[in-house]
C-alpha cells in the first residue's frame, strides 16, 4: 500500500509564496504521476497540476503562470511552488498519485489510485 502524505500547508498573505511538498512510500514513486487537487469550503474537490513520470507538467488554468510542479524521484517528493497567492487560492490542497498512464493528463480524480489526507491552504487578505 502506497502511502501519501502532504506538507507545508500554512496561513500566507495575499500575495506571498507557499511550497507544499508530498511523499509517497514505496520503490515505484518514480512510475507515477503525480498530483495536485484541492478543495475549498462547500465546493468540489478541482484539480490545480499533474506531472507526469516524464516530467511533463500541466496545469488549471487557474494558477497557470504562478503555481509549479516539480519532483524530486530521489526524495519520493513532489512539490508544488505557489506564488502570488490570491484569496481564492485558500482549500485544502491534495497530493495523489497515480500508477497508470492518462489521456486526459491526470486531469481526473479517476486517474488516481491513492491520496493524501490533505494540507490547509489559507491566503488572508
Known amino acids: 500500500q502506497v502511502q501519501v502524505i502532504e506538507y507545508g500547508g500554512g496561513l500566507v498573505q495575499v500575495g506571498g509564496s507557499l511550497r507544499l511538498s508530498c511523499t509517497a512510500s514505496?520503490?515505484?514513486?518514480?512510475?507515477?504521476?503525480m498530483g495536485w487537487w484541492r478543495q475549498a469550503p462547500g465546493k468540489e474537490r478541482e484539480y490545480v497540476t499533474s506531472i507526469s513520470r516524464f516530467l511533463t507538467t500541466y496545469y488549471a488554468d487557474s494558477v497557470k503562470g504562478r503555481f509549479t510542479i516539480s519532483r524530486d524521484n530521489a526524495k519520493n517528493t513532489v512539490y508544488l511552488q505557489m506564488n502570488s497567492l490570491k484569496p481564492e487560492d485558500s482549500a485544502v490542497y491534495y497530493c495523489?498519485?497515480?500508477?497508470?498512464?492518462?489521456?486526459?493528463?491526470?486531469?481526473?480524480?479517476?486517474?488516481?489510485?491513492?491520496w493524501g489526507q490533505g494540507t490547509q491552504v489559507t491566503v488572508s487578505s
Open positions: 514505496g520503490p515505484a514513486f518514480s512510475n507515477f504521476a
Open positions: 495523489a498519485a497515480s500508477g497508470r498512464g492518462s489521456p486526459r493528463a491526470w486531469k481526473n480524480q479517476d486517474d488516481y489510485d491513492y
